[in-house]
T-cell receptor, first 116, second 113 residues
Framework: AQKITQTQPGMFVQEKEAVTLDCTYDTSDPSYGLFWYKQPSSGEMIFLIYQGSYDQQNATEGRYSLNFQKARKSANLVISASQLGDSAMYFCAMREGNTGGFKTIFGAGTRLFVKA | DVKVTQSSRYLVKRTGEKVFLECVQDMDHENMFWYRQDPGLGLRLIYFSYDVKMKEKGDIPEGYSVSREKKERFSLILESASTNQTSMYLC????????????FGDGTRLSIL
């Protein structure tokens, strides 16, 4: 069965510093996708970044980058130059499947606190 | 912008009641999902659907059922509500394709008394 693990319930980072949020996954499907979402205190879920299992390059989107280590089954989110507005819950998610839909599961999340 | 609308923001029901949570998306997405979100547990997948009348169980389907009679609408049904189903329920949709992100509704905070 597929599984997502986020081992950091909470993280603190100083404003303007970089922070890495950990995510490991387990799947037997060679074809899968990995996503990161942000959930501010207001509750909405915001898509941040995607990495496909066959992608050769690590994904980047502005200040977000994904440190994808396929052999280790890890997909850590790196946020550079943290801002106060980055304080939120962050969820790692995995989607697998080729036909009949794409089951997508989430980790337990990491709450990030950015200090001024 | 994709809009995923959940019928209620807050809902209070009694144990044993049959509860319907409705979700509508306006982007013709093939895939729709129901999750419940609990502190420390993240989002847990209840059911998902990849086409009209098609449904697949997620990780915690017990006590729930779903209906997808039209492409834009995905309903979650609590057959006989229990207090352990008190939670935040999130609906999401996505286009076909493994790389397509999910778009979420605002959530329904359901309390079962």
């Amino acid at each position: 069965a597929q599984k997502i693990t986020q081992t950091q319930p909470g993280m603190f980072v100083q404003e303007k510093e970089a922070v890495t949020l950990d995510c490991t996954y387990d799947t037997s499907d060679p074809s899968y996708g990995l996503f990161w979402y942000k959930q501010p205190s207001s509750g909405e879920m915001i898509f941040l970044i995607y990495q496909g299992s066959y992608d050769q390059q690590n994904a980047t989107e502005g200040r977000y980058s994904l440190n994808f280590q396929k052999a280790r089954k890890s997909a850590n989110l790196v946020i550079s130059a943290s801002q106060l507005g980055d304080s939120a819950m962050y969820f790692c998610a995995m989607r697998e499947g080729n036909t009949g839909g794409f089951k997508t599961i989430f980790g337990a999340g990491t709450r990030l606190f950015v200090k001024a | 912008d994709v809009k995923v609308t959940q019928s209620s923001r807050y809902l209070v029901k009694r144990t044993g009641e049959k509860v319907f949570l409705e979700c509508v998306q306006d982007m013709d997405h093939e895939n729709m999902f129901w999750y419940r979100q609990d502190p420390g547990l993240g989002l847990r997948l209840i059911y998902f659907s990849y086409d009209v009348k098609m449904k697949e169980k997620g990780d915690i389907p017990e006590g729930y059922s779903v209906s997808r009679e039209k492409k834009e609408r995905f309903s979650l049904i609590l057959e006989s509500a229990s207090t352990n189903q008190t939670s935040m329920y999130l609906c999401a949709s996505s286009a076909g394709g493994r790389n397509q992100p999910q778009h979420f509704g605002d959530g329904t905070r359901l309390s079962i008394l």
